[in-house]
Protein backbone atom coordinates (compact mmCIF):
# COMPACT_ATOMS: atom_id res chain seq x y z
CA UNK A 1 0.00 0.00 0.00
CA UNK A 2 2.65 2.49 0.90
CA UNK A 3 4.77 1.75 -2.38
CA UNK A 4 1.83 2.66 -4.31
CA UNK A 5 1.27 5.65 -2.38
CA UNK A 6 4.33 6.84 -2.30
CA UNK A 7 4.24 6.36 -6.44
CA UNK A 8 3.51 8.97 -8.79
CA UNK A 9 1.07 7.28 -10.28
CA UNK A 10 -1.12 7.21 -7.11
CA UNK A 11 -1.66 11.33 -7.71
CA UNK A 12 -2.29 11.01 -11.64
CA UNK A 13 -5.16 7.92 -11.04
CA UNK A 14 -6.67 9.71 -8.37
CA UNK A 15 -6.75 12.88 -9.97
CA UNK A 16 -8.28 11.06 -12.99
CA UNK A 17 -10.65 8.72 -11.37
CA UNK A 18 -12.12 11.47 -9.28
CA UNK A 19 -12.62 13.94 -12.47
CA UNK A 20 -14.43 10.98 -14.29
CA UNK A 21 -17.05 10.08 -10.99
CA UNK A 22 -17.72 14.56 -11.09
CA UNK A 23 -18.72 14.04 -15.08
CA UNK A 24 -20.84 11.43 -14.76
CA UNK A 25 -22.38 12.70 -11.57
CA UNK A 26 -23.18 16.29 -13.89
CA UNK A 27 -24.01 14.20 -16.44
CA UNK A 28 -26.36 11.39 -14.56
CA UNK A 29 -28.05 14.15 -12.63
CA UNK A 30 -28.52 16.78 -15.30
CA UNK A 31 -26.32 19.40 -13.30
CA UNK A 32 -24.78 21.41 -15.37
CA UNK A 33 -24.16 23.73 -12.48
CA UNK A 34 -21.66 21.40 -10.39
CA UNK A 35 -18.37 20.97 -11.96
CA UNK A 36 -16.29 18.10 -12.34
CA UNK A 37 -13.13 19.79 -10.99
CA UNK A 38 -15.52 21.05 -7.51
CA UNK A 39 -16.64 17.09 -6.92
CA UNK A 40 -13.40 15.65 -8.08
CA UNK A 41 -11.31 18.77 -5.44
CA UNK A 42 -13.86 17.21 -2.88
CA UNK A 43 -13.30 13.71 -3.36
CA UNK A 44 -9.38 13.89 -3.46
CA UNK A 45 -9.64 15.69 0.30
CA UNK A 46 -11.88 13.10 1.44
CA UNK A 47 -10.00 10.40 0.22
CA UNK A 48 -6.58 12.12 1.60
CA UNK A 49 -7.89 12.78 4.89
CA UNK A 50 -9.92 9.37 5.53
CA UNK A 51 -6.41 7.45 4.94
CA UNK A 52 -4.66 10.48 6.47
CA UNK A 53 -2.48 10.25 3.33
CA UNK A 54 0.05 13.61 3.38
CA UNK A 55 -0.56 16.18 0.42
CA UNK A 56 2.61 15.78 -0.64
CA UNK A 57 2.20 12.36 -1.79
CA UNK A 58 -0.94 13.28 -3.73
CA UNK A 59 1.38 16.10 -5.30
CA UNK A 60 4.00 14.09 -7.12
CA UNK A 61 1.58 13.05 -9.56
CA UNK A 62 -0.46 15.95 -9.16
CA UNK A 63 2.17 18.00 -10.79
CA UNK A 64 2.64 15.47 -14.10
CA UNK A 65 -0.90 16.49 -14.88
CA UNK A 66 -0.31 19.96 -14.17
CA UNK A 67 3.01 19.88 -16.73
CA UNK A 68 0.52 18.99 -19.18
CA UNK A 69 -1.61 21.95 -18.66
CA UNK A 70 -0.42 24.49 -20.77
CA UNK A 71 0.42 22.26 -23.90
CA UNK A 72 -3.42 20.82 -23.57
CA UNK A 73 -4.64 24.22 -23.77
CA UNK A 74 -3.28 24.84 -27.64
CA UNK A 75 -6.65 22.56 -27.88
CA UNK A 76 -8.37 25.80 -27.86
CA UNK A 77 -6.61 26.98 -31.07
CA UNK A 78 -9.09 25.12 -33.18
CA UNK A 79 -12.61 26.50 -32.83
CA UNK A 80 -10.61 29.97 -32.08
CA UNK A 81 -9.13 29.27 -36.09
CA UNK A 82 -13.05 27.77 -37.24
CA UNK A 83 -14.15 31.11 -36.39
CA UNK A 84 -11.95 33.32 -37.19
CA UNK A 85 -13.77 35.99 -39.09
CA UNK A 86 -16.38 36.46 -36.36
CA UNK A 87 -13.72 37.24 -33.95
CA UNK A 88 -12.06 39.61 -36.74
CA UNK A 89 -15.72 41.31 -36.65
CA UNK A 90 -16.41 41.56 -33.60
CA UNK A 91 -12.69 42.09 -32.02
CA UNK A 92 -13.39 45.79 -30.84
CA UNK A 93 -16.76 44.39 -29.16
CA UNK A 94 -14.43 42.20 -27.46
CA UNK A 95 -11.95 44.52 -26.24
CA UNK A 96 -14.80 46.99 -24.77
CA UNK A 97 -15.83 43.83 -23.10
CA UNK A 98 -12.81 42.80 -21.67
CA UNK A 99 -11.65 46.52 -20.29
CA UNK A 100 -14.90 47.35 -19.20
CA UNK A 101 -15.13 43.74 -17.37
CA UNK A 102 -11.64 44.09 -15.66
CA UNK A 103 -11.66 47.45 -14.56
CA UNK A 104 -15.12 47.32 -13.29
CA UNK A 105 -14.90 43.46 -11.41
CA UNK A 106 -10.87 45.17 -9.11
CA UNK A 107 -12.71 48.33 -8.65
CA UNK A 108 -15.91 46.94 -7.02
CA UNK A 109 -13.50 44.05 -5.43
CA UNK A 110 -11.56 46.87 -3.93
CA UNK A 111 -14.90 49.42 -2.97
CA UNK A 112 -16.37 46.07 -1.42
CA UNK A 113 -13.43 45.39 0.57
CA UNK A 114 -13.26 48.63 2.35
CA UNK A 115 -16.33 48.55 2.97
CA UNK A 116 -15.66 45.10 5.21
CA UNK A 117 -12.40 46.75 6.57
CA UNK A 118 -10.52 43.92 4.73
CA UNK A 119 -7.09 44.51 5.25
CA UNK A 120 -4.49 45.51 1.97
CA UNK A 121 -2.97 42.27 1.62
CA UNK A 122 -6.20 40.40 0.61
CA UNK A 123 -7.84 43.27 -1.15
CA UNK A 124 -4.43 43.13 -2.93
CA UNK A 125 -4.75 39.18 -3.55
CA UNK A 126 -8.05 39.71 -4.67
CA UNK A 127 -7.37 42.13 -7.41
CA UNK A 128 -6.18 38.90 -10.31
CA UNK A 129 -9.29 36.83 -9.38
CA UNK A 130 -10.65 36.82 -12.99
CA UNK A 131 -7.06 35.74 -15.38
CA UNK A 132 -5.75 32.56 -15.48
CA UNK A 133 -3.57 31.03 -12.33
CA UNK A 134 -0.17 31.87 -14.50
CA UNK A 135 -0.95 35.51 -14.85
CA UNK A 136 -2.56 35.58 -11.48
CA UNK A 137 0.31 34.00 -9.58
CA UNK A 138 2.81 36.73 -11.14
CA UNK A 139 0.57 39.78 -11.00
CA UNK A 140 0.02 39.10 -7.38
CA UNK A 141 3.86 38.86 -6.49
CA UNK A 142 4.45 42.24 -8.49
CA UNK A 143 1.76 44.11 -6.36
CA UNK A 144 2.74 42.60 -3.20
CA UNK A 145 0.07 40.34 -2.68
CA UNK A 146 -0.45 36.98 -0.74
CA UNK A 147 0.08 34.74 -3.53
CA UNK A 148 -1.33 31.43 -2.21
CA UNK A 149 -4.84 33.53 -1.00
CA UNK A 150 -4.62 35.04 -4.67
CA UNK A 151 -4.95 31.25 -6.10
CA UNK A 152 -7.45 30.67 -3.96
CA UNK A 153 -9.46 33.65 -5.15
CA UNK A 154 -8.49 32.84 -8.73
CA UNK A 155 -10.04 29.08 -8.02
CA UNK A 156 -13.32 30.66 -6.42
CA UNK A 157 -13.87 32.95 -9.61
CA UNK A 158 -14.10 30.09 -12.05
CA UNK A 159 -15.91 27.95 -10.19
CA UNK A 160 -18.50 30.65 -9.79
CA UNK A 161 -18.68 31.78 -13.47
CA UNK A 162 -18.75 27.77 -14.35
CA UNK A 163 -21.62 27.29 -11.85
CA UNK A 164 -23.54 30.29 -12.01
CA UNK A 165 -23.30 31.78 -15.79
CA UNK A 166 -25.41 29.91 -17.76
CA UNK A 167 -28.21 30.49 -14.98
CA UNK A 168 -27.39 34.41 -14.98
CA UNK A 169 -27.99 34.57 -19.02
CA UNK A 170 -31.32 32.57 -18.54
CA UNK A 171 -32.54 34.92 -16.11
CA UNK A 172 -31.23 38.46 -17.71
CA UNK A 173 -32.09 36.95 -21.48
CA UNK A 174 -29.02 37.03 -22.89
CA UNK A 175 -28.73 35.42 -25.98
CA UNK A 176 -25.66 37.27 -27.70
CA UNK A 177 -23.24 34.75 -28.36
CA UNK A 178 -20.19 37.06 -28.01
CA UNK A 179 -21.68 38.70 -24.63
CA UNK A 180 -21.82 35.32 -23.70
CA UNK A 181 -18.53 34.59 -24.43
CA UNK A 182 -16.88 37.55 -23.22
CA UNK A 183 -18.42 37.92 -19.86
CA UNK A 184 -17.08 33.76 -19.39
CA UNK A 185 -13.67 34.47 -20.64
CA UNK A 186 -13.12 37.65 -19.23
CA UNK A 187 -15.05 36.91 -15.75
CA UNK A 188 -13.77 33.42 -15.02
CA UNK A 189 -11.35 32.21 -17.19
CA UNK A 190 -10.19 28.62 -18.32
CA UNK A 191 -13.87 27.63 -15.99
CA UNK A 192 -15.97 30.25 -17.77
CA UNK A 193 -14.38 28.82 -21.27
CA UNK A 194 -15.14 25.14 -20.55
CA UNK A 195 -18.34 26.37 -19.85
CA UNK A 196 -18.60 28.54 -22.97
CA UNK A 197 -17.43 25.32 -24.77
CA UNK A 198 -20.65 23.85 -23.71
CA UNK A 199 -22.65 26.50 -24.64
CA UNK A 200 -21.27 26.85 -28.49
CA UNK A 201 -18.59 26.65 -30.43
CA UNK A 202 -18.65 30.75 -30.91
CA UNK A 203 -19.22 31.17 -27.60
CA UNK A 204 -15.70 29.43 -26.59
CA UNK A 205 -14.03 31.00 -28.99
CA UNK A 206 -14.94 34.24 -28.36
CA UNK A 207 -14.40 33.12 -24.09
CA UNK A 208 -10.57 31.88 -25.01
CA UNK A 209 -10.06 34.88 -26.93
CA UNK A 210 -11.03 37.12 -23.76
CA UNK A 211 -8.94 35.39 -21.49
CA UNK A 212 -5.50 36.33 -23.45
CA UNK A 213 -7.19 39.93 -23.65
CA UNK A 214 -8.44 40.47 -20.44
CA UNK A 215 -4.72 38.94 -19.05
CA UNK A 216 -3.07 41.63 -21.00
CA UNK A 217 -5.35 44.14 -19.67
CA UNK A 218 -5.10 42.61 -15.92
CA UNK A 219 -1.10 42.95 -15.92
CA UNK A 220 -1.41 46.55 -16.88
CA UNK A 221 -4.25 48.37 -15.56
CA UNK A 222 -4.10 46.34 -11.57
CA UNK A 223 -0.85 48.04 -10.95
CA UNK A 224 -2.29 51.28 -11.95
CA UNK A 225 -5.51 50.99 -9.98
CA UNK A 226 -3.62 49.74 -7.13
CA UNK A 227 -2.18 53.42 -6.60
CA UNK A 228 -5.70 54.73 -5.67
CA UNK A 229 -6.18 52.09 -2.92
Not at 67 to 80: D, G, I
Not at 108 to 119: A, D, E, P, Q
Not at 136 to 155: L, N, Q
Not at 192 to 214: D, L, N, P, Q, R
Request: hydrophobic content about 55%.
Amino acid sequence: MQIIINSPLFGIFLTIITFIIGYEIQVKLGLKFLSPMVTSSVLIILVLLFFKIPYSNYKIGADIITFFVAPATVVLAVPLYKNLEIIKKYFLQILLGCIVGISIGVIIGIFLCNIFGINKEIILSMLPKSVTSAIGYEISKKIGAITEIAMVFIVICGIIGYSVGEIIFKIFKIDDKVAKGVALGSCSHVLGTAKAMEIGEIEGSIATVSISISGILAVILIPLIINFI
